[in-house]
């Protein structure tokens, strides 16, 4: 998951954010993280449906024709 960290490296950065951030800030930071990647997930599955639906869209036309 992490590539080629080891323990050490990670607790050092686990260390170095919340001395940037404080142990009060870093739920809200994950809250606002997970709120962005869910709204990015839901905007690429949108697109998705839309390019799927405008495929069947052409599919069925070259059919009629």
């Known amino acids: 998951m992490f590539g080629n960290l080891g323990a050490g490296e990670i607790i050092l950065i686990i260390l170095v954010i919340l001395l940037l951030f404080g142990a009060k800030k870093i739920p809200e930071l994950a809250q ?7 709204e990015f997930k839901k905007a690429v599955r949108d697109v998705e449906d ?14 009629k024709s």
């Open 32 to 38: 606002g993280l997970g709120k962005g990647m869910k």
């Open 50 to 63: 839309e390019i799927k639906k405008t495929d069947e869209e052409v599919k069925q036309e070259e059919k």
